[in-house]
């Protein structure tokens, strides 16, 4: 009743006859016949006016404004909710309760714009800067050699081979944002197979054995002995994983360090750790690391190659797993990156290959 136009008029003019009888039945002169026809006249002209007030001049407004909310409502569902509230409550406060809930909607989208925003110009003076460095690195050496230098067989020979190596990381790099591209947008799909994790992060070790001993750096694998490490996971993205993660720990390891691989089995998951001895990262770096093209030390890292997109490809991986990838570090000690997956057939995973 007191949720609409007609029920408010109603109780406003009761009032206002009540009052007015109240008042003319103070004055001696005042008979039954002025006292109807007063409470008559003074209900029907308050009702009216209350009335007309009421519904042209606030409802109809609020109203207008609840199909400007629902159309809003239609073409962003789930932005705001339009809903009337209860039988007792002023329409008012629940047009208030729908407008506070579409102004903190679009303060987040806002929020999230600004973000996105943000996020754009980094990304694209990254990338401008990442993609500027291989190619005018090789396009250096092919001017100098344009200029002169192709008739000294010993330059040109050196200075050919340092533009392919320049166009080879450019390739790389194109070939790493591809990937982290199509994960986003969910193109790469993912097919999962059984195999044991064990054998698959000694193919990573034994691929990455040359570059560990160019420095002396000792690479250990550590598991429990006699068992089989059974997954259900995408191997080639898995691979990826763990392959670009021992090669940073090799790459960002001291001279003549120590790399540790441990998977340990728990209750029905696997738990991989790669564990170097290097500088170790800052607090303040260890937030952003997973970023596209964040580097803990740009110039350094950009001489020992890479994309700066690696962490970033392996966080998508992982997640496409339905799991997260943590790291640990304390600077001038090393880092500890680590992960899980499902631990798959237990029963059969723990007993020794026949």
């Known amino acids: 009743m007191f949720n609409h136009s007609k ?7 009761l009032g206002i006859t009540t009052l007015v009888l109240a008042s003319l039945s103070l004055l001696e002169e005042t008979t039954p016949t002025l006292l109807t026809v007063a409470a008559s006249v003074t209900f029907v002209a308050s009702y009216l006016l209350i009335y007309i007030i009421l519904h042209f001049f606030i409802f109809e407004e609020i ?12 073409k962003n569902p789930g932005l705001i909710r339009t809903k009337r509230g209860g039988r007792f409550l002023s329409p008012l406060q629940n047009l208030q309760g729908t407008i506070d809930a579409f102004a903190t909607a679009k303060n987040r989208e806002i929020e999230v714009l600004q973000q996105n925003e943000t996020f754009r110009r980094e990304f694209i003076a990254d990338i401008s800067h990442e993609l500027k460095t291989p190619i005018f690195a090789a396009q250096g050496y092919i001017h100098t050699l344009l200029d002169g230098a192709v008739e000294d067989l010993n330059v040109r020979d050196k200075f050919l081979r340092r533009a392919a ?16 591209n199509q994960m986003e947008s969910g193109v790469v799909k993912f097919t999962f197979t059984e195999f044991d994790l064990k054998d698959t992060v000694q193919e990573v070790l034994e691929q990455l054995e040359d570059k560990a001993n160019r420095r002396n750096i000792q690479v250990k694998l550590q598991v429990e002995p006699g068992t089989r490490y059974l997954t259900m996971a995408d191997k080639e993205k898995i691979f990826r994983v763990i392959q670009n993660l021992v090669s940073n720990a090799i790459k960002y390891n001291r001279d003549e360090g120590k790399v540790t691989v441990q998977l340990k089995t728990l209750k029905n998951r696997i738990r991989i750790k790669i564990k170097d001895e290097g500088k170790g990262i800052p607090p303040d770096d260890l937030k952003r690391i997973f970023e596209r093209f964040y580097r803990v030390e740009k110039s350094r890292s950009r001489e020992q190659g890479g994309t ?11 997640e496409g797993h339905k799991t997260k990838i943590s790291v640990a570090s304390v600077v001038g000690q090393g880092s500890v990156f680590s992960f899980d997956l499902p631990l798959h057939g237990k029963e059969e995973a723990s007993k020794p290959k026949s």
Do not use: F, M, P
Request: charged content about 15%; hydrophobic content about 55%.
């Open 165 to 180: 190596k320049s166009l080879n990381n450019l390739e790389l790099l194109v070939l790493d944002l591809i990937t982290l």
């Open 7 to 13: 029920g408010i008029a109603l109780l406003l003019a």
């Open 63 to 74: 109203s207008h404004i609840y199909r400007v909310l629902e159309k809003i409502q239609k």
């Open 308 to 318: 700066g997109l690696g962490l970033a490809i392996v966080k998508h991986i992982l």
